[in-house]
């Protein structure tokens, strides 16, 4: 029988998780309950006890405090369940966590299979309104009464199955492999905000006013062709033009930004030279700077462009050593040193790098994403693989994006690289040390107090604090501890007011961080003043 389960965790400020609730209920082939299960677990010490986080939703401290212990609550779980029950989580995320504790308790796995029903659902309700997100969204796109708070385990529990009932989605489809679904945002055919559709059934990208799209069926949207070029849609007829020039002005600008001397599409057995318009139409243009690597991939030179061997050092960031560990350091825990060595070492190759002084802008560029202290793993834009720091594949790459966690790049739709093997042991817990201390008893009321004091404007919700002062717009993340701070320069991206940058600072204290943000929009609001009254002396003179 199929058993639907959802299980909460928390997680402290080293980055260790411990579960909190879990809750299975097992259903007939109509979705009834059969049978059910649920249990609390109590947290393993103080620095799991984070009373506001959802995790504890649905229940008091008290439960927690006086709940069963992690490992028989899962023993007890394990022998509730039967040999022929198949698992329904809705991520896989809970799923794995389960699995790693339930491994560390050395309880015998007696589930013959497990699925994934986001992925099942996702398919299933493909260009439908709301066909995608938490189980809670996709109830409310319908209007099916969910019960109430959100992440209380037997609350979810039960939401995923008022969903399966109300959509009738039936068992049957979890024997076979989930359809294929986006992610894309839908609308329906003439919409005046997405000037482009894509028809799923004939696989074709068209203007929204096309004749050919059907009625009254909701399609994957796009405000460009730039996501239609990345996804390879072929065109139809009312947009194929268009679609062609926009495919030559990306790569066109792709190439002009990279340092190659010689490009080609993968699929290609001829090499061109960076200016050739032969190549200009191809989806997956890749390049290099030498030209023996091009011969030696078996690719011949092009026979309009004819490249030629072109001699260009290219730029290479030097690997420092770990210095030995200074007594000043030795109260730091050891994701604080390794820290603070890849914050020296960035430090130590941006000056040498940037000493030659004859770098291209696309070579600083280059500097400036690898030495980035708070990533672990790098991808190209245009490729599909994401590499490790020292990986010989990631020479030559432009455009880096970087990633401070494993999954974080999986999750971005790159795979891990073969040659160097990325793993989630390489994550970046901090991007850089942590030397406040931690203050305890502050709330949201802590910031809301501060905020007042000081007539800053402000608003939160259940993760996020935020706040405006006269040069900057500051989102703290309360779900983390240590807090992540988020920022936007009003003076420099007057037009920009929902794209947030993350702030290299890590914080235990919310006054901490509050102090910081105000030290750091002073000093941006006196240089601001220092260079207005410099402009006026000069107009003066």
């Not at 009312?238 to 490009?263: G, M």
């Not at 809301?448 to 404007?457: N, V």
């Not at 996020?464 to 920022?487: C, N």
Request: hydrophobic content about 35%; proline content about 5%; charged content about 25%.
């Amino acid at each position: 029988m199929y058993v639907l389960i959802d299980m909460e965790w928390v997680t402290n400020r080293h980055g260790n998780h411990w579960p909190t609730q879990l809750a299975a209920i097992r259903v007939d082939e109509e979705w009834q309950t059969v049978d059910s299960f649920s249990v609390l677990f109590r947290p393993k010490d103080i620095t799991f006890q984070k009373w506001d986080h959802m995790a504890f939703s649905g229940w008091t401290r008290d439960n927690f405090l006086n709940a069963d212990s992690l490992y028989p609550a899962l023993d007890a779980f394990e022998h509730w369940l039967q040999p022929e029950d198949i698992l329904c989580w809705w991520h896989q995320e809970a799923y794995d966590l389960y699995i790693m504790f339930t491994k560390v308790a050395q309880i015998r796995d007696r589930v013959s299979m497990v699925v994934f029903l986001s992925d099942y659902i996702y398919g299933f309700l493909a260009g439908q309104k709301g066909a995608v997100g938490s189980p809670y969204k996709i109830c409310a796109a319908r209007d099916i009464t969910t019960p109430e708070p959100a992440h209380c385990s037997i609350n979810d529990v039960l939401a995923i199955q008022s969903l399966v009932q109300s959509i009738d989605f039936q068992q049957r489809n979890l024997q076979a492999p989930p359809k294929k679904w986006v992610k894309d945002t839908t609308a329906l055919k003439g919409s005046p905000v997405f000037p482009l559709l894509y028809d799923t059934s004939t696989q074709l990208l068209h203007h929204s006013d096309c004749e050919l799209l059907p009625d009254n069926r909701y399609l994957p949207a796009y405000t460009s062709f730039k996501a239609p070029i990345r996804k390879r849609y072929k065109p139809c007829a009312c947009c194929h033009d268009e679609f062609l020039d926009a495919l030559w002005d990306r790569n066109q600008d792709s190439i002009t930004r990279s340092d190659y001397n010689y490009v080609y599409s993968k699929q290609s057995k001829v090499f061109h030279t960076r200016n050739c318009s032969h190549v200009l139409l191809s989806f997956d243009i890749q390049g290099t700077v030498s030209y023996e690597t091009c011969l030696k991939s078996g690719r011949r030179p092009c026979k309009h462009c004819k490249p030629v061997p072109i001699e260009r050092k290219r730029i290479s960031l030097p690997i420092k050593q770990n210095k030995p560990q200074k007594a000043e350091n030795r109260n730091l825990n050891g994701e604080e040193r390794k820290a603070l060595g890849r914050f020296k070492r960035a430090k130590e190759e941006r000056e040498t790098a940037f000493k030659r002084g004859d770098l291209t802008e696309a070579e600083r560029n280059t500097v400036m994403a690898l030495s980035q202290p708070g990533l672990a793993f790098w991808a190209s834009k245009g490729y599909s693989t994401f590499h490790t720091r020292n990986c010989s594949k990631i020479t030559g790459l432009n455009q880096l994006r970087g990633f401070a966690r494993y999954q974080d790049a999986v999750r971005a739709g790159y795979s891990p690289c073969r040659h160097c093997r990325p793993s989630p042991k390489q994550d970046v817990k901090f991007s850089i040390p942590i030397t406040n201390k931690e203050r305890h008893g502050e709330t949201t009321d802590t910031l809301i107090q501060l905020c007042t004091q000081h007539c800053l404007p402000f608003e939160y919700d259940m993760r996020y604090f935020t706040l405006q002062t006269m040069a900057g717009k500051w989102r703290i993340d309360m779900s983390l501890r240590p807090v992540r701070l988020e920022h936007i320069n009003l003076v420099t991206e007057r037009g920009n007011t929902k794209k947030f940058h993350t702030q290299p600072r890590l914080f235990l204290s919310l006054k901490d961080t509050f102090d910081y943000i105000m030290r750091h929009d002073s000093k941006l609001i006196e240089e601001i003043v220092a260079k207005d009254n410099q402009s006026q002396e000069l107009a003066m003179g």
